[in-house]
């Protein structure tokens, strides 16, 4: 069981505006703008409520990343402790998620060209590399930081430019922003807490 961090503000209603507002935005297509006035409304989350298995999903907003990590297989996130993060977990065959690195992905060039990674190809040859890429050690750090002047709860990856910055939306469900370095408008996904493992 995870605490709450009381500068998380009170958790809304699983079924309260907030959540019916994320169901709006998945059926209807909206822009970046869009999707970040609403981030901007949420309120923080602490770091002791990052702590679990969080199952993802994108949040489309025009994105030229939007439908990737879908495509590719991803899962979601782990958070042991604000130490060991495991920030990208991806499905497996026959068994449970399990983390992988993409420290050898030259991601700026992923940044720059989205395009090449929705080509078949790309798709076969990742799974095919895919098992090559599991490792056990954490790829994050869980931090406070301010981000649209707002302390909250983010992910800092260790080898990547990448931060993922959160804001609530449920108990437990998080709306992330990906921040990359380089990349103008922001990528969101969503993130609802997965059942405990029996």
């Known amino acids: 069981m995870t605490g709450h961090d009381a500068t998380a503000g ?15 935005l998945r059926t209807g297509a909206p ?10 409304e949420l ?17 489309p907003s025009g994105h030229p990343l939007d439908g990737l990590l ?39 060039l992923l940044r720059d060209y989205a395009h090449l990674a929705r080509n078949p190809l790309a798709r076969a040859a990742f799974a095919a590399l895919r098992p090559l890429l599991g490792t056990g050690s954490p790829r994050a750090r869980a931090r406070l930081v301010e981000h649209r002047g ?7 990856y260790d080898r990547l430019p990448v931060i993922d910055v959160f804001r609530r939306v449920t108990a437990d469900t998080l709306l992330g922003e990906m921040d990359l370095r380089g990349q103008p408008a922001p990528y969101f996904f969503t993130l609802h807490r997965a059942p405990a493992a029996g």
């Not at 309120?43 to 949040?59: H, I, K, Y």
């Open 10 to 24: 009170p958790r809304p209603p699983d079924d309260g505006p907030a959540a019916r507002r994320l169901q709006e």
């Open 31 to 40: 822009d970046a703008a869009t999707v970040l006035a609403w981030f901007d």
């Open 43 to 59: 309120p923080a989350v602490g770091l002791a409520d990052l702590t679990g298995r969080w199952r993802g999903s994108e949040l």
């Open 70 to 108: 879908t495509a590719y297989g991803w899962y979601g996130k782990e958070v042991v402790d604000p130490e060991t993060v495991h920030p990208l977990l991806w499905q497996r065959a026959g068994g449970p998620p399990g983390p992988i690195s993409l420290d050898l992905v030259p991601v700026p």
């Open 150 to 156: 707002v302390l909250t709860a983010a992910l800092v």
